[in-house]
């Protein structure tokens, strides 16, 4: 009976809590992730598909050094992290940085110019919807 009750208590705070997470969300952003969706022709995107992507090492065809998101953002997206050359980055976690995923340009931008350094490439649309989709679930 206890173990049924600590179950629903912790089903009612992550709902509540990933729903706070989500709501911070900006209608914007979140017609960026449905623009997403139908270029990716998926219903849903997956935080743990995100999570996966962004912790993911690549070896770079020129340099043959290993790249990953995590490695300039750090493995936990809630801390400060650091460029190659040193300069500071702000949290990528909205939930700790309100500025993070507010402007549609921003993140385009972004996705663009960091894609093509961890994966030499563009990245696809289901690979932008996961990530900011893990993003907010943090």
């Not at 629903?8 to 989500?22: C, E, P």
């Not at 020129?62 to 190659?84: I, L, M, Y």
Request: proline share 5%.
């Amino acid at each position: 009976m206890k173990s049924a009750i600590s179950l629903t208590a912790a089903l009612v705070f992550f709902t509540i809590f990933s729903g706070r997470a989500f709501s911070q969300m900006g209608p914007d952003i979140q017609a960026l992730l449905d623009s997403y969706k139908k270029s990716a022709g998926v219903s849903e995107f997956s935080a743990a598909e995100g999570k996966k992507f962004f912790n993911s090492r690549r070896v770079h065809s020129v340099n043959k050094e290993e790249r990953s998101c995590s490695a300039c953002h750090t493995v936990d997206p809630t801390k400060q992290g650091k460029t190659p050359v040193g300069k500071v980055i702000e949290p990528m976690a909205p939930s700790v940085n309100k500025e993070r995923f507010t402007d549609p340009k921003k993140v385009e931008k972004w996705f663009k110019r960091n894609c093509e350094y961890v994966l030499e490439r563009e990245c696809t649309p289901r690979e932008k919807g996961d990530f900011i989709t893990y993003m907010f679930s943090i």
